[in-house]
């Protein structure tokens, strides 16, 4: 399925509308609400990903367009899992993506003494039970798509017995899976989640925010739409494979004494080609040393994303042509690197860098005369302004703008050729310098010194036009050129995730040769390498050893050659 690619939403969405939109704008219309309020539910068990993104992005830009709220709130269930460092890098990246809470940040375990109530309540009114059956037993009654489910011999407890089993659940009295709490709802239902599902689980583990006031906890189910009616969330969003549990959803709240009735909605997952979101697999792959960590630049993680060079525009430019749809499907990689070009390309200076260096002489330059030029830093901003760039006897340009050989069609240096160095002169190549190896250490040419700014005046034209870096003052640096971590569009479809992580997603280059302007640069922020790509330095950089990453790459750098063009 990896070239069936979601079409991104742009036909009937002027103002961005999709059907959640729609729904809100009815609801607002018809009074069933008064204020749009949404929320942002992550579980801290690990860092956000791109398809948080999505969901950020929707939750918090009804919110806004429509003139309501965002809350944030973990959905802190499971302290086995949960821990403060995501807490923590979840509000970074909330941030860093341009949303804001203000003061609704919540946690679900602030509602812990309020969903036991609620649990007791439901005791009460006969609608739930303690069982004693094992986690194999209770699974095994559970029945399946065809066939109903079995009563558990535990169904019929008294609610005075069923009381008093929760409260000394409450009060730890019993081992982890000794018992459950259970709706009584009806193990025939077609809806397997409406069979009777587990409310709470013992579990005598520490939780980041409760500590040990807990040994029992409510499950997803049971706490997410009370959650929601507490903080008067009117829409609940949330990705489809939630769909068949909202019978659930609705059941809780019907029965519950709640202060509000919110309704859950759902939209497809964001799913990626080349692309793992799952947090389950992030985790291995940080936890088995594949990546340096939750930051990689390699990780599909808003924190990778970031240090990358992505900014924030660039995500939310992305998941608005993505739409919102009802309907699963598979997003291509392409659209998300069209996104973040789209957006650096009109914030990026332009640079010379070169990464792979190749000396070249210019034997009819003077030794030790330099002279500046003026680049351009943005030919499609000219309010971006120009630079002083110095030019002199020796410069360095790419490895791969020299052939000894020319194939067809290789528009850039090779001997006897003539090529613009841009913002600079026309150099012919006259001879190479080889190492006994056969390998070209160095290029000898001569400049015409009448193209001096790239042209020539009897319009003589060349076919290339190469970027250079002057060698007497280039700083060195390291570059990081990251490719796909997976080497398929749909890893892990053949089995073993693991085993399609493609062996060369990361290429370091030392001893790249940049203009002296690019020591200014600051970390994350970003600029274009000429013909290279959008690069930002790494927070690995210091002072005396520059490291850039390459955050995407140009689309057209073999096109631009061809043309051969000037600006
Ligand atoms: P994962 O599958 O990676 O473990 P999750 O759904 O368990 O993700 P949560 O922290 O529960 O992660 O997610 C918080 C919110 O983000 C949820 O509302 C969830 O629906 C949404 N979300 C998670 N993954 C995606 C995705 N790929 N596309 C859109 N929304 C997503
Ligand atoms: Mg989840």
Redesign the pocket.
């Known amino acids: 399925m990896a070239n069936s690619s979601e079409t991104p939403s742009s036909a009937g969405t002027e103002a961005g509308r999709d059907f959640i939109r729609d729904i809100i704008q009815s609801d607002l219309d018809a009074g069933r609400i008064s204020e749009v309020v949404t929320r ?7 860092y ?5 993104a ?3 992005c929707l939750n918090f830009g009804v919110a806004q367009e429509f003139g309501g709220r965002c809350h944030l709130r973990f ?1 802190d269930t499971n302290p086995t899992k949960e821990e403060q460092e995501f807490i923590d890098s979840i509000q970074a990246d909330v941030h860093w993506l341009g949303f804001d809470w203000g003061e609704h940040l919540y946690f679900a375990s602030n509602y812990f003494e309020q969903l036991y109530q609620w649990a007791e309540d439901l005791i009460g009114k006969g609608l739930a039970y303690v069982d004693d059956s094992t986690p194999d037993e209770i699974r095994e009654m559970r029945g399946t798509l065809t066939e109903p489910g079995k009563d558990s011999p535990f169904r019929d407890r008294t609610i005075a017995e069923n009381l008093d089993l929760f409260r000394r659940m409450r009060a730890g009295e019993f081992a982890n899976g000794a018992r459950v709490l259970r709706a009584k709802i009806d193990m025939a239902a077609g809806n397997i989640n409406l069979r009777d599902p587990i409310l709470y689980r013992i579990l005598h583990a520490t939780h980041p925010r409760t500590g040990d006031a807990w040994c029992i906890y409510p499950t997803y189910d049971f706490t997410h739409g009370q959650s929601d009616a507490i903080e008067h969330v009117s829409h609940s ?3 489809l494979e ?1 769909d068949d549990h909202r019978p659930l959803y609705d059941w809780f709240i019907a029965h519950l004494p709640v202060p509000s009735t919110p309704h859950q909605y759902e ?5 990626l080609t080349y692309t793992v ?4 697999v ?1 985790t291995r792959l940080v936890r088995d040393g594949h990546v340096s960590g939750w930051d990689d630049p390699r990780m599909p993680t808003l924190a990778g994303q970031r240090r990358r060079g992505v900014p924030p525009a660039a995500l939310r430019e992305f998941v608005k042509r993505v739409g919102v749809a009802r309907a699963n499907s598979m997003v291509d990689l392409a659209l998300y690197q069209d996104a973040l070009r789209d957006v650096l390309n009109a914030i990026s200076p332009r640079r010379m860098a070169v990464l792979r260096p190749l000396k070249v002489i210019i034997d009819n330059w003077e030794e030790g005369r330099t002279e500046t030029l003026e680049a351009v830093n943005n030919p499609e901003h000219p309010e971006m302004g120009t630079r002083p760039v110095s030019f002199g006897r020796e410069i360095y340009i790419e490895r791969d703008d020299f052939a000894l050989a020319p194939p067809p069609r290789f528009h850039r240096l090779a001997p006897g050729r003539e090529v613009r160095l841009r913002y600079a002169y026309f150099v012919t190549c006259r001879s190479v310098e080889q190492n006994a190896a056969g390998e070209v250490t160095a290029l000898h040419v001569t400049y015409d010194p009448e193209t001096r700014g790239g042209d020539a005046p009897d319009g003589r034209k060349v076919r290339g036009t190469l970027h250079w870096v002057a060698a007497h003052d280039a700083i060195t640096a390291e570059a990081r050129l990251y490719n796909q971590l997976f080497g398929r569009p749909d890893p892990g479809a053949d089995g073993d995730i693991m085993a399609d992580l493609a062996p060369d997603s990361l290429e370091v280059l030392q001893g790249c040769k940049l203009e002296p302007s690019l020591a200014g640069q600051t970390v994350g922020e970003a600029v274009q390498f000429e013909r290279l790509g959008y690069f930002c330095p790494d927070p690995d950089s210091r002072p005396d050893a520059l490291v850039f990453n390459r955050t995407v790459g140009l689309r057209d750098s073999w096109a631009k050659l061809h043309g051969g063009k000037k600006g």
Do not use: V
């Open positions: 942002f539910p992550p579980e801290p068990n690990g956000l990903h791109l398809g948080h999505k969901s950020i959905d969003i949330c990705t939630f939209f497809a997952r964001l799913n979101l799952s947090k389950r992030l």
